[in-house]
């Protein structure tokens, strides 16, 4: 399985699992990112930090450790 930080901009993933707890994983849940969605990236920070994607069409930015915690397949 790849994270959401490993996936390279211009690229569609769909969401499979979310590994975070308690309100790591809320907080990812209420941007919108739960299992089954579809997340296109966007851009990559030059350090990885923030990862910028769109999400049910809403522009977002998830901070690397929270990228981390989402794990992908490709669409």
């Not at 490993?6 to 849940?29: D, Y």
């Given at each position: 399985?790849?994270t959401?930080?490993?996936i390279?901009?211009?690229k569609?993933?769909?969401v499979?699992?979310?590994?975070?707890?308690?309100?790591?994983?809320?907080?990812?849940?209420?941007?919108?990112?739960?299992?089954?969605?579809?997340?296109?990236?966007?851009?990559?920070?030059?350090l990885?930090d923030?990862?910028?994607?769109?999400?049910?069409?809403?522009?977002?930015?998830i901070?690397?450790?929270?990228a981390?915690?989402?794990?992908?397949?490709?669409?």
């Amino acid at each position: 399985m790849q994270t959401l930080r490993e996936i390279r901009p211009g690229k569609t993933v769909r969401v499979t699992k979310i590994t975070g707890a308690g309100p790591v994983k809320r907080r990812i849940m209420e941007m919108g990112v739960t299992r089954g969605t579809e997340i296109h990236v966007r851009k990559v920070a030059p350090l990885g930090d923030p990862v910028e994607v769109t999400v049910r069409g809403y522009a977002l930015s998830i901070r690397k450790a929270d990228a981390e915690l989402v794990e992908v397949e490709c669409v």
